[in-house]
């Protein structure tokens, strides 16, 4: 026989008769309790091993080439969402997402640089201050608005895009917000009355205050997607002062300094894609 179920009856238990025998209906037809049971929520990839999840983080979160942060581009990433399943994954997810990629810094325009090392770096996009020295549009950073990811970004990329020597210098007073940065590739362009010797003593102090940076290369840009590796300059000892001399015959990428020695760059792939 169906039985029906009868939910007025069935609160009317609930709310504290102890005798079924009066929750019955005078037609005969019995009530039903329905018991539910809390859920407790569990997040079965926390139960895996951490090595299998690191293993699973770096398939989803390493990228083969520099990541390029934008503010347009902003959360159209659907594998980000996972950063806000929980605090617990989010603080293992950040050691491999700003750890172990390269984020590439763009100048073009050139006020925006220092907007992309605030998305990097602060917990909330509205984070800004504005610096009146710089230009009108310049965002700069706002201290209290930095976020704990800071701590675990290590290589950063500038490969070029028209950062003036100025803006090299702005940006590099902005790294003082990553401790812990350990790899550094700056592509400058001798054009627009940038000079050699002027980009190479800064890259030298720079790297002189920050004797944790581990890998500091710095090349000078000959074409659309190539430059010359001049990094040996950072780490001669003493310095010398370079000059190219690749405008003299069969001295193609050569480079000669205050002692008349003479050495030639190596050419590498400095390609100026920016991810879209």
Request: aromatic share 10%; with cysteine.
């Amino acid at each position: 026989m169906t039985e029906n179920i009868h939910f007025e009856d069935a609160i009317a238990a609930l709310s504290g008769s102890n005798n079924i025998e009066e929750m019955k209906a005078s037609d005969g037809s019995k009530a039903m309790l329905v018991e539910v049971e809390e859920v407790n929520p569990t997040c079965l990839l926390l139960e895996l091993p951490r090595e299998i999840r690191d293993h699973i983080y770096s398939l989803i979160f390493l990228s083969d080439g520099p990541i390029y942060p934008s503010r347009d581009r902003a959360g159209i990433a659907e594998y980000l969402g996972l950063l806000r399943t929980c605090q617990h994954i989010y603080s293992e997810v950040i050691e491999i997402l700003y750890g172990r990629n390269t984020f590439q810094i763009r100048g073009d325009p050139r006020w925006k640089a220092p907007e992309l090392l605030n998305l990097l770096s602060s917990q909330r996009r509205d984070g800004f201050i504005r610096d009146g020295l710089l230009h009108p549009s310049m965002k700069d950073f706002q201290t209290n608005k930095i976020c704990l990811s800071r701590f675990h970004i290590k290589k950063l990329y500038i490969p070029s895009h028209n950062i003036s020597l100025s803006q090299l210098k702005h940006l590099f007073s902005l790294f003082k917000y990553f401790p812990n940065q350990e790899y550094l590739r700056v592509v400058y362009t001798g054009s627009f009355g940038v000079k050699d010797m002027e980009v190479i003593n800064l890259c030298r102090l720079y790297r002189d205050r920050r004797p944790q940076l581990e890998n500091f290369i710095l090349c000078k840009r000959i074409r659309y997607s190539e430059a010359e590796d001049i990094s040996w300059m950072l780490w001669e000892n003493p310095y010398r002062k370079w000059t190219s001399i690749s405008d003299v015959p069969d001295m193609k990428n050569v480079w000669k300094n205050e002692d008349g020695i003479l050495r030639k760059a190596v050419v590498v792939s400095a390609p100026q894609s920016i991810p879209e």
